[in-house]
């Protein structure tokens, strides 16, 4: 089993629909979680910033991570043609190690 | 709003030659790492630097490469020979000492090997 898996997609909306993104991890220890998103040819953008269980609000973006089922969400609400982009997830365990693991990260596309 | 910057954006080397990456992180960060993507792949960690010193470091690391810190502006990573299989975007990230996963990158530099 991969340590962190993400559907490749790609995933295509209509402007303005709510877009979800998932990953799924195998490995318990992760207790950071972040979402990343990467332009093509870019470096990857850090959108949101997760410690453990919850859910954190930014602006359109939501991440949700649920540790019992070992899966992470990003929900982008209104999304907008300027939202297409391959979205990342990101891991890290605590104490010691600032390693992140990454998907593979979900390509969208938002259609005006 | 600062950012890490990365220098070339665009490197053309030939098999067996040396080349050096190099970037300038965020001016108040303590933590820089080296990460790369080959293409249609996952991003990969290959190495953490702090306070003068590796921390961590990948497999993918081997002696072929060495990172260091020759001022207190730049993060450099020298991969000594140079194999077709180094081709790919390496990106540089740093974070502060209050916030280590939270890890900034910038743009990358594509490594083509030849």
């Known amino acids: 089993q991969k340590e962190v898996e993400q559907d490749p997609g790609p995933l295509s909306v209509p402007e303005g629909a709510i877009v979800s993104l998932n990953c799924t991890y195998s490995?318990?220890?992760?207790?950071?979680f972040m979402w990343y998103r990467q332009y093509s040819r870019k470096g990857p953008e850090l959108l949101m910033y997760?410690?453990?269980?919850g859910n954190k609000e930014d602006g359109r973006f939501t991440a949700q991570v649920d540790k019992s089922s070992k899966y992470i969400s990003l929900f982008i609400r209104d999304s907008q043609p300027s939202d297409s982009a391959t979205y990342l997830c990101?891991?890290?365990?605590?104490?010691?190690?600032?390693?992140?693991?990454f998907g593979k990260g979900t390509k969208l596309t938002v259609n005006p | 709003e600062p950012e890490v910057t990365q220098t070339p954006s665009h490197q053309v080397t030939q098999m067996g030659q040396e080349v050096i990456l190099r970037c300038v992180p965020i001016s108040n960060h303590l933590y820089f790492y080296w990460y790369r993507q080959i293409l249609g792949q996952k991003v990969e960690f290959l190495v953490s630097?702090?306070?003068?010193?590796?921390?961590?470091k990948s497999e993918i690391f081997d002696d072929q490469f060495s990172v260091e810190r020759p001022d207190g502006s730049n993060f450099t990573l020298k991969i000594r020979s140079t194999k077709l299989e180094d081709s790919a975007m390496y990106f540089c990230?740093?974070?502060?000492?209050?916030?280590?996963?939270?890890?900034?990158f910038g743009p990358g530099t594509r490594l083509t090997v030849t």
């Open positions: 490995n318990s220890a992760f207790q950071y």
């Open positions: 990230a740093s974070s502060s000492d209050g916030g280590r996963y939270e890890q900034y």
């Open positions: 630097f702090y306070n003068n010193e590796i921390s961590e």
């Open positions: 990101a891991m890290a365990t605590q104490g010691g190690s600032e390693k992140l693991v």
């Open positions: 997760t410690y453990s269980s």
